[in-house]
């Protein structure tokens, strides 16, 4: 299993600033995955973060928006750039242990912006 | 395309009673299936997971999901359920190999009655 932390819980911004999200996993993991969850919706892939190289972005969602860093193995950020209202969300990091194990998820981070 | 689909968004039930939450998927070959709650203001817990082997998975809090390949589908069971079962369910399918993303259904927000 994986146990997952992340930073903020929750925050409150104003539009046009951004803010980054940290994501940090007990164990050294290959994949890690950031997802949003709009309010009163189901969770939709941002990207796909592999250590050591770009992230890979979903349909819709672009680099320069949603930025994501992966320093080492159990360590990520995902950064919500030049924020609007419409990116009031919950943000959840989860990782992919290995090929045939499930995905865990961390508890979410609870973004509103005025 | 792969999809899953979650044909109630909404379902109230009265406590002790059973409980048959629907999904069906589409998907290219069998997939791993996943059934995960979260409770308001909670991150996803993992219900239960089928990966092969025996269709009838049992999981955690007396849940359990049968697969059925002809029906593409992995309907979530509870014989009686308790009020703390309120929650959002999601139904989500993964690829078999590697490390792939996850495709979540909708969810379905299930509410008990006393």
């Known amino acids: 299993s994986a146990v997952i932390s992340q930073k903020p819980s929750r925050d409150i911004c104003q539009r046009g600033t951004s803010l980054t999200i940290q994501c940090q996993v007990d164990?050294?993991?290959?994949?890690m995955f950031w997802y949003r969850q709009q309010p009163g919706q189901s969770l939709t892939l941002i990207a796909t973060?592999?250590?050591?190289?770009?992230?890979?972005?979903e349909s819709g969602f672009v680099i320069d928006k949603f930025p994501i860093s992966r320093p080492n193995l159990t360590f990520s950020t995902l950064t919500v750039s030049n924020m609007s209202p419409e990116d009031s969300s919950i943000y959840l990091c989860s990782v992919h242990p290995g090929p045939g194990d499930e995905q865990f998820f961390g508890p979410g981070t609870r973004l509103t912006v005025l | 395309a792969q999809s899953v689909t979650q044909p109630d968004i909404h379902i109230t039930v009265s406590e002790g009673a059973s409980l048959e939450l629907r999904c069906n998927y589409s998907y290219g070959a069998t997939p791993y299936l996943f059934w995960y709650v979260q409770s308001p203001g909670q991150g996803l817990q993992l219900l239960l997971k089928y990966f092969s082997g025996d269709t009838l998975v049992q999981g955690i809090k007396g849940f359990e999901a049968e697969f059925k390949r002809s029906q593409s589908s992995f309907n979530l069971r509870k014989p009686s359920v308790h009020w703390s079962d309120a929650a959002e369910y999601f139904c989500?399918?993964?690829?078999?190999?590697?490390?792939?993303?996850?495709?979540f259904g909708a969810g379905t927000r299930l509410a008990v009655h006393p």
């Open positions: 989500a399918v993964g690829a078999t190999s590697g490390y792939n993303k996850l495709i």
């Open positions: 973060a592999n250590q050591g190289s770009e992230a890979t972005y």
């Open positions: 164990s050294q993991v290959t994949m």
